[in-house]
């Protein structure tokens, strides 16, 4: 049971991972290609999809790490997948002090009422998100670890 929960872990984190590094690394490049304002609707349309799933699977990926280390304590990797954790921990909290705020003020922008700041909130969004990235590929990294 304990391994159909690591790997259950592993695959839920890692599709996440997969997710934010599209949208920092693919989809948000293509948005800010489009001509006129069609890459800040295209934003604004993907900070209302992903902010009403990705809250979800983040708390789903911290909740299922978390009994994972507790379920798996006295085996190898258990500091890994503690440490994952922490990680996963350290994305939710950036999340919701860093990231939400731009998104909820960002989703709800079109052409018409954007502030004169809103590309200069999108790069701030940008490079924070650039950061949790990364602390998520580590958590998802030491989650494969520990399945050795």
């Known amino acids: 049971m304990?391994?159909?929960?690591?790997?259950?872990?592993?695959?839920?984190?890692?599709?996440?991972?997969?997710?934010?590094?599209s949208v920092a690394f693919v989809m948000n490049r293509i948005f800010d290609?489009?001509?006129?304002?069609?890459?800040q609707?295209?934003?604004?349309?993907?900070?209302?999809?992903?902010?009403?799933?990705?809250?979800?699977?983040?708390?789903?990926?911290?909740?299922l790490s978390a009994v994972w280390a507790i379920a798996g304590r006295h085996h190898d990797g258990a500091g890994l997948v503690v440490t994952a954790g922490a990680l996963l921990?350290?994305?939710?909290?950036?999340?919701?002090?860093?990231?939400?705020?731009?998104?909820?003020?960002?989703?709800?922008?079109?052409?018409?009422?954007?502030?004169?700041?809103?590309?200069?909130?999108m790069n701030r969004w940008d490079r924070y998100h650039y950061v949790r990235v990364a602390v998520i590929i580590a958590a998802f990294t030491l989650l494969v670890a520990a399945l050795a």
């Open 41 to 63: 609707l295209g934003r604004a349309h993907g900070g209302r999809m992903l902010g009403a799933v990705m809250p979800v699977w983040y708390i789903t990926s911290l909740v």
């Open 2 to 21: 304990l391994n159909a929960l690591e790997v259950f872990t592993t695959v839920v984190v890692g599709l996440m991972v997969g997710v934010e590094f």
């Open 89 to 121: 921990i350290l994305s939710v909290v950036m999340s919701i002090l860093l990231l939400v705020p731009i998104n909820n003020r960002g989703k709800t922008w079109t052409p018409e009422n954007r502030p004169e700041d809103w590309k200069e909130q």
């Open 33 to 39: 290609a489009l001509p006129e304002d069609s890459g």
